[in-house]
């Protein structure tokens, strides 16, 4: 590592969830020529999970910002570069790149490939042609210029020119002079092939030819646009009565998730309308109770204790269906899922052993829960390893509806509105506080039998909250 590198360090973005490959960034806290210092948070970005800020590892003086807020960068990717020692005056630090562009090989490095007829390339992707100028696109009809310029480097005429060395490994040239197979890196390939277009046809503005995530969009949305705009009618027909939001971060990976559980686990959902009248009461109870001060104390709160004892009585509902390996892994912990509507869209965060708590230690981990999503703080740590998911549509005012699983998990509660509704109470008509439960589980693996169960039990225990003793 030279000096210049050693004096100039650059902090890449990482991997700030599980496997994750590209993060938002949404906002920088510095700017170029701010100090900073080891551990402090310099963006926030966000993945397809979360909102996550990033502090940076070590201390200096902020050289350069390599991305504009808004940005999606690869993760490894650089995103700040930091001048370690400012004190040292002006040194010439490597060129640093635009933002929004990745950074170039040094001139050291570079030096040995141009040798050897050939050029530092990314790897995976085969040489690089020998030039650095991009690769010539197709001519334009009616052009007089054919084909390019002969180079001012090339033999003589009177000499005959030697046969170009071809590198070992460059890319294969079709008719047009475009590689063969376009250039672009796996992420980007797989977004091509998700939004179901042709690498042939999008035009590269990476170096050396390389199709970013941005070319890819473009040419996604010119495809959109001509299925969209009428023939005979202005495309300004519904100008200022339409707006297009980009699908990304949270809203990109709920639907993918959703998409998948709906297609890839056979859901079933059963229904049960109970009397909470009791458990609303029990609710009104705890508010003034010491050991609950300071507590987030609510309906939905009774309705997780109920839900674990219920799993407690039918534990091979608290499963998940291994398809590689056409296992079930049956699990004796609860991570219960909470289902949460933020700013940025549905996440689910869950809590860790939640089997394990007391009641006031549940209530705590509600709260705490709710907060955070709310703060949009939720790390994708508190969103990973969920088992078991309840949805709260009551508090929307709907009284039930068919919840889809989250992926991996084997059940969703769904916990509808709370009504004053006449009901058959000790042979009378009375009007008594009544909700209606939703139970989707993976057919796979929970059968009808065993999903009413646990459905049951649930009911049971709101019905009558003091069974929340007797079952224990």
Not at 397 to 409: K, M, Q, R, V, Y
Request: with cysteine; net charge neutral.
């Amino acid at each position: 590592m030279t000096a210049v590198e050693q004096r100039f360090r650059e902090f890449k973005m990482p991997d700030v969830g599980e496997g994750l490959t590209e993060a938002e960034i949404l906002k920088w806290f510095v700017a170029p020529g701010d100090t900073v210092t080891d551990g402090q948070v310099v963006c926030e970005v966000e993945t397809a999970k979360a909102a996550v800020e990033l502090p940076i590892p070590f201390d200096g003086v902020v050289h350069e910002l390599r991305f504009d807020e808004g940005t999606t960068v690869d993760v490894g990717t650089p995103i700040i570069s930091v001048d370690t020692d400012p004190g040292a005056g002006e040194a010439a630090p490597q060129a640093a790149p635009a933002a929004g562009k990745p950074a170039e090989k040094p001139a050291a490095e570079a030096e040995p490939a141009e040798k050897e007829g050939r050029q530092a390339n990314l790897v995976g992707y085969g040489a690089a042609p020998a030039s650095t100028k991009r690769r010539p696109r197709k001519p334009v009809p009616g052009s007089q210029r054919s084909a390019p310029a002969p180079s001012a480097a090339a033999p003589a005429p009177q000499e005959p020119a030697p046969a170009p060395a071809r590198p070992e490994a460059a890319p294969e040239l079709n008719g047009s002079g475009r590689p063969a197979r376009p250039l672009a890196k796996p992420p980007v390939r797989k977004l091509a092939k998700d939004l179901g277009i042709d690498l042939e046809a999008v035009t590269p503005s990476g170096p050396d030819g390389i199709i970013t995530r941005e070319d890819v969009h473009a040419a996604a949305e010119a495809v959109q646009t001509a299925r969209e705009t009428p023939v005979a009618a202005p495309s300004r027909a519904v100008e200022g009565r339409e707006r297009r939001v980009p699908v990304k971060g949270v809203r990109k990976a709920t639907a993918q998730a959703m998409v998948n559980s709906a297609f890839t686990a056979p859901h079933v959902t059963e229904f049960v309308t109970v009397d909470v009248t009791r458990t609303m009461k029990l609710v009104a109870d705890l508010k003034q109770d010491p050991a609950m001060a300071g507590l987030r104390v609510n309906p939905l709160l009774l309705v997780a204790k109920a839900l674990l004892v219920a799993i407690r009585r039918n534990p091979d509902v608290n499963a998940t269906w291994d398809e590689g390996n056409q296992e079930i892994v049956y699990k004796d912990y609860v991570n219960l899922g909470i289902a949460a509507a933020t700013p940025r869209g549905l996440i689910v965060p869950n809590i860790k052993d939640a089997h394990a708590k007391t009641l006031p230690e549940l209530a705590s981990a509600l709260g705490e829960l709710v907060t955070t999503a709310r703060e949009g703080k939720t790390t994708p740590a508190a969103m990973s390893g969920g088992t078991v998911t309840i949805t709260n549509v009551g508090v929307f005012g709907i009284d039930a509806g068919t919840p889809i699983l989250n992926p991996g998990e084997s059940a969703i509660l769904a916990f509808g509105a709370v009504k004053l509704q006449p009901w058959v109470h000790k042979g009378e008509v009375k009007p008594r506080q009544v909700t209606t439960l939703a139970l989707s589980f993976d057919h796979r693996l929970v059968d009808g039998e065993l999903g009413s169960k646990v459905l049951a039990d649930v009911a049971a225990v709101l019905e009558r909250p003091k069974r929340l003793i007797t079952w224990a």
